[in-house]
């Protein structure tokens, strides 16, 4: 079993930035790959970016590519997503999720075996 809890949500001026963070339980962490979505209202929840279980190669959305970073830290346990240069487009709750390594490339929700409970992030104009 793997719980994950997110973290590092607020508001924020258009043009800002924010540190997520995703920690996890679970003594398998590094070996699974992980990522962020997001889900604004009224929309669904849509792929941000993956990681693989080193860390060592990365994914985006092409809405977030240039401005967000993902990153891990495998001994801390913990997933990150910097986010700068935030428009009011990013406004959204943001959920972490893992999953086997095969899964690091689906922009998919099936797949991700495991998810936290969000953490919102709302971007003023």
């Known amino acids: 079993q793997v719980q994950l809890v997110e973290s590092g949500g607020g508001l924020v001026q258009a043009g800002g930035s924010l540190r997520l963070s995703c920690v996890a339980s679970?003594?398998?962490?590094?070996?699974?790959?992980m990522a962020w979505f997001r889900q604004a209202p009224g929309k669904e929840r849509e792929f941000v970016a993956s990681?693989?279980?080193?860390?060592?190669?990365?994914f985006y959305a092409d809405s977030v590519k240039g401005r967000f970073t993902i990153s891990r830290d495998n001994a801390k346990n913990t997933m990150y997503l910097q986010m700068n240069s935030l428009e009011f487009e990013d406004t959204a709750v943001y959920y972490c999720?893992?999953?086997?390594?095969?899964?690091?490339?689906?922009?998919?929700?099936?797949?991700?075996?495991?998810w936290g409970q969000g953490t919102q992030v709302t971007v003023s104009s």
């Open positions: 679970g003594r398998t962490f590094s070996l699974n790959a």
């Open positions: 999720a893992t999953g086997p390594s095969r899964v690091v490339l689906s922009r998919r929700l099936d797949g991700w075996n495991y």
């Open positions: 990681i693989t279980g080193s860390g060592g190669t990365t």
